[in-house]
């Protein structure tokens, strides 16, 4: 009788195990309806929404509620994930405009830059945490991976509930996974609603405990009204101040040896130049180095300028070189479009311009044919113009 019982009971164990495995068809199914989220996500070129996230962490007792208006701007040739993005709240604004990350404290009136060089420098951006953005890239990749589960959670009229299990790893912002080291996996329910296939939740979970992490997407718009060009640049915010990590740094000043330097040409299909190089041409006796950023205004501003001096005194020797830290060459090509330099344009310039002391953009620095700083500070065409026509007469 124990012997039958203890059959009885394998079989049906064998049969629960089997029910709760998803058939093929219902594989597939789930397959088809997050390749048509993806879609759909991918179609996009804009959306705005409200943006809730509420982490309740009971293994640690922490709660924490973030809520604010996030527009995210879809754009294939701003890398590194192919968008921007501005967020707002009662406390300030953190803005990402393609080559660094803007935040403002509403409060204090300041304003902190960091520089964006890989994709993984947005991961720790709270707004950004399994959003729009974090799903339009890392569905496809999902899709095309099968030890990641995917299911249908279950569906009505109105919502599917979509469920991702991850095997030891979470999903970051930037849409990349990072391992983990805990024997647990990491469990996403995205909720679709049926009519426009676009998330409005997602619930993060674990195999292991009860801490979750909900992110609510509200009041959706997939045609919000482009923020003002202006709005993305450090330099429209006067009325904020500057705030740089770490010791503010001071530029080099005159009487200086110029640091040596050697970096990309844009647009010289990975021709580089240096600073020995432009030195030794018999033709320059002055060098203008401009240390500038593509979303600074008074970058911008400084442009026609910086070509004025370049054509009024390059017969007379002057060189005016541009030294970028930050942008990629595709940001820097549409600068080149938009607003038409006359001068040399370099790249990677990043650890240039901390041997420089560069403190903020445009800064310049006006050098001699031996090397030497004979100016530095920020950039003043009415003075450069003065210091240079008064120089170059006298350089042999």
């Known amino acids: 009788m124990r012997t039958a019982l203890r059959c009885v009971a394998v079989l049906l164990s064998s049969a629960l195990s089997l029910l709760a495995q998803p058939s093929s068809d219902s594989t597939t199914e789930a397959h088809d309806l997050f390749r048509q989220v993806s879609a759909k996500l991918q179609s996009l070129t804009s959306v705005s929404y409200r943006y809730r996230r509420?982490?309740?962490?009971?293994?640690?007792?922490?709660?924490?509620?973030?809520?604010?208006?996030?527009?995210i701007f879809f754009d294939a040739t701003q890398l590194p994930v192919g968008a921007l993005y501005q967020a707002r709240d009662a406390s300030g604004?953190?803005?990402?405009?393609?080559?660094?990350?803007?935040?403002?404290?509403?409060?204090?009136?300041s304003l902190t830059m960091s520089a964006v060089h890989a994709?993984?420098?947005l991961d720790r951006l709270s707004y950004l945490y399994n959003s729009f953005l974090t799903l339009r890239l890392a569905l496809p990749k999902f899709l095309a991976d099968p030890t990641i589960g995917k299911s249908i959670r279950s569906q009505d009229h109105d919502v599917y509930k979509l469920a991702l299990r991850i095997p030891r790893a979470v999903l970051n912002a930037s849409g990349t996974l990072s391992p983990i080291t805990l024997p647990r996996d990491i469990l996403y329910q995205i909720t679709v609603d049926t009519h426009t296939l676009l998330p409005i939740e997602v619930l993060q979970s674990n195999s292991q405990n009860s801490d979750t992490t909900l992110v609510q997407f509200s009041q959706l718009d997939t045609n919000p009204e482009k923020p003002a060009p202006d709005s993305w640049r450090y330099s429209s915010y006067a009325d904020y101040r500057l705030v740089v990590p770490g010791a503010a740094r001071t530029p080099l000043t005159a009487n200086n040896p110029a640091p040596?330097?050697?970096?990309?040409?844009?647009?010289?299909?990975?021709?580089t130049t240096?600073?020995?190089?432009?030195?030794a041409d018999g033709k320059t006796k002055l060098l203008l180095l401009e240390f500038w950023i593509s979303h600074c205004g008074y970058s911008i501003d400084a442009v026609p300028k910086l070509n004025s001096l370049a054509n009024r005194f390059k017969p007379a020797g002057l060189e005016v070189a541009a030294l970028n830290p930050d942008d990629t060459e595709s940001t820097i090509q549409l600068f080149v479009k938009n607003y038409n330099p006359q001068f040399a344009l370099l790249t990677s310039a990043g650890k240039v311009a901390e041997q420089y002391g560069v403190p903020g953009y445009p800064t310049v620095f006006l050098i001699d044919r031996q090397g030497k700083i004979l100016y530095s500070g920020a950039f003043d065409h009415d003075v450069l113009a003065t210091r240079i026509a008064s120089l170059l007469p006298e350089i042999p």
């Open 54 to 71: 509420q982490l309740n962490y009971t293994s640690e007792n922490y709660q924490n509620v973030l809520e604010g208006e996030v527009s």
């Open 274 to 279: 240096s600073l020995t190089q432009i030195l």
């Open 260 to 271: 040596e330097w050697s970096l990309p040409l844009v647009n010289a299909n990975g021709k």
């Open 119 to 121: 994709a993984s420098d």
């Open 93 to 109: 604004f953190e803005i990402f405009n393609g080559s660094e990350i803007l935040r403002g404290n509403t409060t204090s009136h």
